[in-house]
């Protein structure tokens, strides 16, 4: 007995001894993801200035969840998600130097974990290059601290995705349906119409392949994300159909636009192209968007080659297909719209980047490894060029907003107040005060309601440059902040 029970506690420690090493083991093999998702968040904090104000979009969305702002108008084509991410922030503090440190934190967050649902698909170093790729776009850093819905709609895109594949090979548990299901939902709450035109190659390979698994997990969780989204179709719009077909209107109608020209004039730092008119940008800043199609294709070509076509085919089609309508079916462009297309494409050009620099017999190969790195930090360079004009631009903008909110407060238009008209929207956030539109895309309110309203609080009327005061505003008293005209309604 005494050697038996030996036998077994040797057994014990000797087995202990052969596991205990498995877990550094998986995060020495974890460590390259880690690094480039933390290095990812510390980029954000030291080149996206964190005292940056709020743009247009951010007040809308975290006005809808602050006690310090009036909500403003919450159009068509928006959807709650931005709003719940930043609500355990935006719920009980004003600080957006807080806002800014939680969003890059959680960004970086959750880089790490969508490129874990890859995990097995790509080796590790395939899966860190993918990463540092997104990671470096200049758009995947200024949006990454920013309250948006499009880089969480490309890491929801990710995890649902590598999920997917990876149930589909047969791995077991129920871990990766629910993975599947939790990168929908967060897709859908974010951009319910992104979401599915993400999942369209997925759909249609599980309904071909007849894998009722993960069609429940994939559709259960487009409709779990987009539930509250349909609610609100039909409180406020009579239906899903006549929701879409006003956020349509809004949009500029959609339909066939080639708007591939559009978005490669906002290449060079542009928030929103519309209308998308003036020159391109230099064509160093455009060669990388250029390029980046050839060498995805590139990927998929390897993936045939080496017989593991499957974990390249499918995201490049997920990524054709979240481009489609930003491309094709939209008058306008925005760099971030396509952020979920570039984190698809990322793992395929990161297998074709690895590929081209190990190519070649031995004497050759430092000449191509040399090239490619030669092509990266060109790459990083012009990245970096373009993000640092482009938080100087919006640093300078949104502290225009601020100082046209001091002069309203010196006039006397202090909250409860109202402002209507010309960027009433982001003016009223950093005011305090509501907005209000009586036409265009965020109209909510008539010209008899404004004046019922100015007998009881301060409103003031915008007006922009080279622009006529609306007819309900044209006796009250003017004033000139900067270059627009405010004139206040007489109190009483």
């Known amino acids: 007995m005494a050697d038996g029970a030996n036998a077994i506690l040797v057994g014990r420690r000797r087995g202990e001894t052969a596991r205990t090493p498995d877990t550094p083991r998986r995060l020495r093999g974890d460590a390259p993801v880690v690094a480039v998702a933390a290095a990812f968040t510390l980029a954000q904090l030291v080149l996206v200035h964190p005292t940056m104000g709020l743009g247009w979009d951010e007040t809308v969305y975290i006005s809808q969840v602050t006690t310090h702002h009036p909500a403003a108008f919450f159009s068509a084509p928006r959807s709650r998600g931005v709003s719940l991410l930043v609500a355990p922030v935006a719920s009980w503090s004003a600080s957006t130097e807080l806002l800014r440190v939680y969003l890059s934190v959680l960004s970086g967050l959750g880089l790490y974990l969508a490129l874990r649902a890859w995990k097995g698909l790509f080796p590790t170093r395939v899966l860190a290059t993918a990463g540092a790729f997104l990671a470096t776009l200049w758009v995947t850093l200024f949006y990454g601290p920013q309250a948006m819905p499009n880089y969480w709609v490309a890491i929801g895109a990710l995890v649902t995705v590598g999920c997917f594949l990876r149930a589909r090979r047969g791995h077991p548990g129920r871990g990766l349906l629910w993975g599947v299901a939790a990168g929908a939902v967060l897709m859908a709450l974010m951009r319910p119409t992104d979401a599915v035109w993400v999942t369209v190659p997925l759909l249609v390979l599980v309904l071909v392949r007849r894998h009722w698994p993960l069609l429940l997990a994939l559709v259960g969780g487009l409709a779990a994300g987009g539930v509250e989204w349909m609610i609100e179709a039909y409180a406020w719009y009579g239906g899903v159909g006549e929701r879409l077909s006003r956020a349509s209107e809004i949009q500029g109608g959609l339909g066939w636009n080639l708007a591939v020209d559009d978005q490669m004039r906002s290449l060079g730092g542009r928030g929103l192209c519309r209308p998308c008119t003036g020159a391109m940008p230099h064509p160093v800043v455009t060669l990388w968007w250029l390029l980046l199609p ?36 939209i008058g306008y462009a925005a760099p971030r719209f396509l952020q979920p297309a570039y984190a698809l494409l990322a793992l395929p050009v990161a297998d074709a980047l690895w590929h081209l620099a190990r190519t070649g017999r031995d004497r050759w190969r430092p000449v191509a490894a040399t090239l490619v790195a030669l092509a990266l930090a060109g790459h990083l360079a012009v990245q970096f060029a373009v993000l640092v004009g482009t938080v100087n631009r919006n640093v300078d903008s949104r502290e225009d907003w601020a100082r046209v909110a001091d002069e309203l407060h010196r006039l006397g238009v202090r909250p409860p107040c109202l402002l209507t008209e010309h960027e009433s929207i982001p003016i009223g956030y950093y005011t305090g005060c509501s907005s209000g539109a009586t036409g265009g895309n965020n109209e909510n309110t008539t010209a008899a309601e404004i004046e019922e ?37 007489p109190t009483g």
């Open 294 to 329: 050839a060498v995805a294709v590139l990927g998929v070509v390897v993936a045939v080659r080496a017989r593991r076509a499957t974990a390249t085919l499918i995201p490049f089609a997920c990524a054709l297909t979240a481009a489609v309508p930003y491309l094709f079916m």
């Open 453 to 489: 309203t100015a007998r009881r609080i301060p409103v003031a009327a915008v007006t922009g440059p080279g622009g006529t005061p609306p007819g309900y505003a044209r006796d009250w008293t003017p004033h000139r902040i900067t270059d627009l005209e405010i004139r206040v309604a």
